[in-house]
């Protein structure tokens, strides 16, 4: 793996986490240090997020929304010279979303 880590030092990473034994600082020293690889980086995240309450994902979701309006008002030509295949990758994403709420599994 990358930067020496063995798939039992990320497995130890992410016992940490889940038990709090390893609190933010300590994982971005581990990071600085080469110590994190991607996918132990993605499951830190990944448990970070189930943490979010429905105000934090509001704020997450505004913040893309803002974001998104920023770069169409920077780049409003641009993005009028290729308006249809902003609304193919609209509606091809927002169906995936849809199909990913309400699929059974």
Do not use: P
């Not at 609190?23 to 080469?34: A, C, D, F, T, V």
Request: glycine residues 4%; proline residues 0%; contains cysteine.
């Amino acid at each position: 793996m990358a930067f020496g880590l063995c798939k039992s030092a990320d497995s130890l990473i992410r016992f940490h986490v889940l038990t709090g034994n390893l609190n933010r600082l300590e994982y971005i020293k581990l990071i600085e240090k080469g110590k994190v690889t991607m996918k132990s980086f993605i499951n830190y995240m990944m448990l970070q997020v189930k943490k979010f309450t429905v105000i934090d994902f509001a704020f997450f979701k505004l913040a893309l929304v803002s974001a998104g309006i920023l770069l169409g008002s920077y780049f409003a030509a641009f993005f009028q010279a290729i308006i249809l295949l902003i609304w193919i990758l609209f509606v091809v994403s927002y169906f995936a979303v849809l199909y990913a709420t309400f699929r059974t599994r």
